[in-house]
Protein backbone atom coordinates (compact mmCIF):
# COMPACT_ATOMS: atom_id res chain seq x y z
CA UNK A 1 0.00 0.00 0.00
CA UNK A 2 1.49 3.24 -0.94
CA UNK A 3 1.75 6.66 0.49
CA UNK A 4 -1.42 7.96 -1.84
CA UNK A 5 -3.49 4.62 -1.01
CA UNK A 6 -3.01 5.25 2.81
CA UNK A 7 -3.86 8.88 2.90
CA UNK A 8 -7.10 7.91 0.71
CA UNK A 9 -7.48 5.52 3.84
CA UNK A 10 -7.23 8.47 6.35
CA UNK A 11 -9.61 10.68 4.36
CA UNK A 12 -12.56 8.29 4.23
CA UNK A 13 -11.94 7.52 7.77
CA UNK A 14 -11.82 10.96 9.21
CA UNK A 15 -14.60 11.54 6.91
CA UNK A 16 -17.02 8.39 8.25
CA UNK A 17 -15.58 8.91 11.75
CA UNK A 18 -16.29 13.01 12.12
CA UNK A 19 -18.49 14.18 8.85
CA UNK A 20 -21.48 11.34 8.80
CA UNK A 21 -24.28 10.81 12.00
CA UNK A 22 -23.62 8.01 13.66
CA UNK A 23 -26.92 6.39 13.07
CA UNK A 24 -27.45 6.60 9.61
CA UNK A 25 -26.81 3.20 8.93
CA UNK A 26 -29.25 2.14 11.74
CA UNK A 27 -28.25 0.98 15.49
CA UNK A 28 -26.50 -2.20 14.14
CA UNK A 29 -23.49 -0.63 12.02
CA UNK A 30 -21.37 1.75 13.90
CA UNK A 31 -19.91 4.08 11.17
CA UNK A 32 -18.35 6.22 13.40
CA UNK A 33 -16.39 2.94 14.75
CA UNK A 34 -15.70 2.00 10.72
CA UNK A 35 -13.99 5.47 10.08
CA UNK A 36 -11.82 5.01 12.91
CA UNK A 37 -10.28 1.67 11.68
CA UNK A 38 -9.90 3.13 8.22
CA UNK A 39 -8.01 5.92 10.27
CA UNK A 40 -5.75 3.38 11.89
CA UNK A 41 -5.12 1.16 8.71
CA UNK A 42 -4.05 4.76 7.31
CA UNK A 43 -1.91 5.66 9.69
CA UNK A 44 -0.32 2.42 9.44
CA UNK A 45 -0.06 2.53 5.84
CA UNK A 46 2.00 5.74 5.90
CA UNK A 47 4.59 5.02 8.67
CA UNK A 48 5.05 1.49 7.12
CA UNK A 49 5.22 2.94 3.32
CA UNK A 50 8.43 6.07 4.85
CA UNK A 51 9.85 3.14 6.39
CA UNK A 52 10.59 0.54 4.12
CA UNK A 53 11.15 2.76 1.44
CA UNK A 54 13.76 4.77 2.92
CA UNK A 55 15.21 1.08 3.86
CA UNK A 56 15.04 0.11 0.02
CA UNK A 57 16.34 3.57 -1.92
CA UNK A 58 19.69 2.82 1.14
CA UNK A 59 20.08 -0.68 -0.29
CA UNK A 60 19.78 0.34 -4.24
CA UNK A 61 23.05 3.02 -3.59
CA UNK A 62 25.25 0.13 -2.63
CA UNK A 63 25.22 -1.30 -5.76
CA UNK A 64 28.52 -0.81 -8.09
CA UNK A 65 28.83 -2.01 -11.91
CA UNK A 66 33.16 -2.09 -12.28
CA UNK A 67 33.29 -2.33 -15.80
CA UNK A 68 37.63 -2.21 -17.93
CA UNK A 69 37.42 -1.15 -21.22
CA UNK A 70 40.17 -3.31 -23.12
CA UNK A 71 40.52 -2.39 -26.98
CA UNK A 72 41.27 -4.89 -29.08
CA UNK A 73 44.87 -4.23 -30.31
CA UNK A 74 44.66 -4.87 -33.97
Not at 24 to 29: E, R
Amino acid sequence: MGVGVSIFFLTLGAILRFAIEPDVLGKNVHIDVIGLIFMIVGAIGIVLSIVLGARSGHTSDDRLMHRENHPSED
